[in-house]
């Protein structure tokens, strides 16, 4: 069964500072990695989707790369802003049989930016 | 587009209860979820919809049930609610399984007592 931990569960910086979230999954036969946002009370946002093939992806200020082989997957985040204040979830699909339908989720690392 | 929709918002029932909540997507997806998300933990599938008519479970089935009549509905429907049922529910679609992300609703908020 395909489990997918996320560290730290929480994370406070300055504002201006560049940080790293990490995600780990244990199963690495996945066909691929998003990155989602959540802010409090709302739904989630896609931030990055990287496919099995690929090493990483970027959008801004934010990079996620992965190591399937590893089972690894980080979300760089330069130059934070209060504004990027959230809980960030990363979840990994399988590739194949019931597991490729859905989303294995982390418990998600809860991001306080101070300005 | 209005993206996922999702009513009610919140809703307090009684254990017991039965109720239904809604979700629609007008993005013409084919692939629709449902997910329940614990305090502090990750979301887990509940079923999941691959079109119209064409539905199976997912992680955390029990207690649920799910018809898909169109392709834009989705309702999750719960039986006589139990405690452990409070949660916050999402629901979720998508146009391709392999390579296009999930787009997701609000969510509605459920308390049981």
């Known amino acids: 069964k395909q489990e997918v931990t996320q560290i730290p569960a929480a994370l406070s910086v300055p504002e201006g500072e560049n940080l790293v979230l990490n995600c780990s999954f244990t199963?690495?036969?996945?066909?691929?990695l998003q990155w989602f946002r959540q802010d409090p009370g709302k739904g989630l946002t896609s931030l990055l989707l990287?496919?099995?093939?690929?090493r990483e992806q970027t959008s801004g200020r934010l990079n996620a790369s992965l190591d399937k082989s590893s089972g690894r997957s980080t979300l760089y985040i330069a130059a934070s802003q209060p504004g990027d204040s959230a809980t960030y979830l990363c979840?990994?699909?399988?590739?194949?049989?019931?597991?490729?339908?859905?989303?294995?989720f982390g418990k998600g690392t809860k991001l306080s930016v101070i300005p | 587009n209005a993206g996922v929709t999702q009513t009610p918002k919140f809703r307090i029932l009684k254990i017991g209860q039965s109720m239904t909540l809604q979700c629609a997507q007008d993005?013409?997806?084919?692939?629709m979820y449902w997910y329940r998300q614990d305090p502090g933990m990750g979301l887990k599938l509940i079923y999941y919809?691959?079109?119209?008519?064409?539905?199976d479970k997912g992680e955390v089935p029990n207690g649920y049930n799910v018809s898909r009549s169109t392709t834009e509905d989705f309702p999750l429907r719960l039986e006589l609610a139990a405690p452990s049922q409070t949660s916050v529910y999402f629901c979720?679609?998508?146009?391709?399984?392999?390579?296009?992300?999930?787009?997701f609703g609000p969510g509605t908020r459920l308390l049981v007592l």
């Open positions: 979720a679609s998508s146009y391709r399984r392999e390579i296009e992300t999930q787009y």
């Open positions: 199963d690495s036969a996945i066909y691929n």
């Open positions: 990287i496919q099995s093939s690929q």
């Open positions: 979840a990994v699909r399988g590739d194949s049989g019931a597991g490729s339908y859905q989303l294995t």
């Open positions: 993005m013409n997806h084919n692939y």
């Open positions: 919809s691959v079109g119209a008519g064409i539905t």
